[in-house]
């Protein structure tokens, strides 16, 4: 017997609806059945920077108006302008204020949790530095999301992302040494597939750790579109008793033209295992 979710985990993004107006996004969400959204912090959606962000009220009531609830919400970082990992003295503090920035929206959009990643350091220069400094960025981050009643998750990437937060091991290092309350982990499946992993081995080795997952088959890809067992995610978040949102990060030049298809098709696919 197959295991259930509930239909309000599987939360969409709006990475793909960037070609389209944000109301077009959130009717879409609303025309496919979706009850909660994990919002995508990227322009022309929402434009932050390190000295402002957007009206986040607004967005929450347009997002409850279409029934709909922000289970998570995702700053950009990484390979943009701001990343945690940032050598320049100079830059790191814009970077501090960029995500401190996110987090006062996660806050406002009534968001639990706001996602980030480990950032990365020159492969010319040495990753112990690069690790430390991911850490102590994100040490402070903790401390400013305690604040504002917001959970900061972290999620791995593939190994041409970051030089980082890669593996389950390198995941368990880091949540070792932040040690922090407001310190929760990102299950991202493509990367976690990309890497050789698999769900059920981070479900055992961090269990209620996991916060939120990125709930995709393969890398950015709608449900359908890639070769991940669908079958033994959905046992291991059910058997682990996961109740935290499934975010369809699904991404890529493909969908632009028409991502609500793209959204559509996952969600056939995976009616099956709604209760």
């Known amino acids: 017997m197959r295991g259930k979710i509930k239909r309000r985990q599987i939360a969409g993004m709006n990475l793909m609806y960037k070609w389209y107006s944000f109301e077009y996004f959130l009717e879409a969400m609303e025309s496919l059945g979706f009850e909660s959204i994990f919002l995508w912090g990227g322009p022309p959606h929402f434009d932050c920077d390190c000295l402002s962000y957007p009206e986040c009220r607004r967005i929450e009531r347009a997002a409850r108006h279409r029934g709909l ?3 998570g919400f995702l700053v950009t970082g990484s390979n943009y302008r701001y990343q945690i990992a940032v050598e320049e003295p100079e830059q790191r503090e814009r970077v501090f204020q960029y995500f401190r920035n996110g987090i006062l929206a996660c806050e406002e959009l009534g968001s639990p949790c706001i996602s980030v990643n480990s950032g990365w350091g020159y492969l010319d220069h040495g990753r112990e530095e690069a690790f430390k400094r991911s850490r102590d960025m994100l040490c402070r981050l ?6 504002h009643h917001v959970r900061m998750v972290l999620e791995s990437l593939k190994s041409c992302e970051t030089n980082l937060v890669v593996t389950m091991e390198d ?3 880091m949540e070792r040494e932040i040690d922090h309350p407001s310190f929760g982990i990102m299950a991202d ?6 890497n050789g992993e698999r769900l059920e081995d981070w479900f055992a080795c961090f269990g209620e750790k996991i916060q939120s997952i990125h709930f995709v088959d393969g890398m950015h890809l709608t449900w359908g579109d890639g070769k991940s067992g669908l079958d033994g995610m959905i046992k291991s978040v059910t058997e682990h008793g996961y109740r935290g949102c499934l975010a369809l990060e699904t991404a890529g030049a493909g969908y632009l033209p028409d991502p609500m298809e ?5 969600m ?3 009616s099956p295992f709604l209760e």
């Open 69 to 71: 609830d922000i289970t």
């Open 142 to 147: 903790c401390h400013e999301a305690e604040k």
């Open 171 to 173: 995941m368990k290092r």
């Open 189 to 194: 499946t493509g990367a976690i597939v990309y």
């Open 262 to 266: 793209a959204d559509r098709k996952a």
């Open 268 to 270: 056939r696919i995976l």
